[in-house]
């Protein structure tokens, strides 16, 4: 089974509104970072959260890491037509230097 | 800067036959990797090496082969293709150390076996 689950498995907004996507992983990680994925492409690294932190911003994206829980949100603020696309949480397991990847959510924002 | 170039970007193949996927990149990047990714589900690791001479095994190895001759490329062999192994295949890398962590990826190739 795969180490990182994101919940929802798809998502569908109005333009405007924020999307928060979470991620559940099982084993212990040296970070989780989050990926995007826009149709038929390759993925595109958004922003890296350590183990030792608890929040980190870039523009409009916020991440939040809950080691305690071992769980991540991602949240979109003001959503635009062009934030649809698939998202991954993808984790470094401590002690090594493999990056495992979710299944990802689907967002479609509408215009 | 060319980032990580993958070829070809589409392949097909019969069962049985063999066949080497390309990736190079130009970052001088210590972590190479080989991903596969079937449809509407997220990417599992196959093989990844943290420099020449150097590989290991991910989630899904069993059907593939890598070597890691210069710190530059990172080849994925199929060495008898089987339809279960049509998928998209991306290939990334990263620097391992430090912030530097994100990983770069490659356009993908998309394989198909009959």
């Known amino acids: 089974s795969q180490q990182g689950e994101e919940d929802p498995q798809a998502l569908s907004i109005q333009e405007g509104e924020n999307a928060t996507m979470n991620c559940s992983y099982k084993?212990?990680?040296?970070?989780l970072q989050w990926y995007r994925q826009n149709s038929g492409r390759g993925l595109v690294h958004l922003i890296l959260?350590?183990?030792?932190?608890r929040e980190k911003h870039s523009g409009r994206l916020r991440v939040t890491l809950d080691t305690s829980k071992k769980s991540s949100s991602l949240l979109i603020t003001a959503s635009r037509a062009a934030d649809t696309a698939s998202y991954f949480c993808?984790?470094?397991?401590?002690?090594?230097?493999?990056?495992?990847f979710g299944s990802g959510t689907r967002l479609l924002v509408r215009p | 800067n060319a980032g990580v170039t993958q070829t070809p970007k589409f392949q097909v193949l019969k069962t049985g036959q063999s066949m080497t996927l390309q990736c190079a990149q130009d970052?001088?990047?210590?972590?190479m990797s080989w991903y596969r990714q079937d449809p509407g589900m997220g990417l599992r690791l196959i093989h990844y090496?943290?420099?020449?001479?150097?590989?290991d095994q991910g989630e899904v190895p069993n059907g593939y082969n890598v070597s890691r001759s210069t710190t530059e490329d990172f080849p994925l062999r199929l060495l008898s293709a089987a339809p279960s192994q049509t998928s998209v295949y991306f290939c990334?890398?990263?620097?391992?150390?430090?912030?530097?962590?994100?990983?770069?990826f490659g356009s993908g190739t998309q394989l198909s076996v009959l």
């Open positions: 993808a984790t470094r397991v401590d002690s090594s230097y493999k990056l495992i």
């Open positions: 084993t212990s990680i040296n970070n």
């Open positions: 959260i350590r183990s030792n932190e």
């Open positions: 970052m001088n990047h210590e972590y």
């Open positions: 090496s943290v420099g020449a001479g150097i590989t």
């Open positions: 990334a890398s990263s620097l391992i150390q430090g912030a530097a962590e994100k990983l770069f």
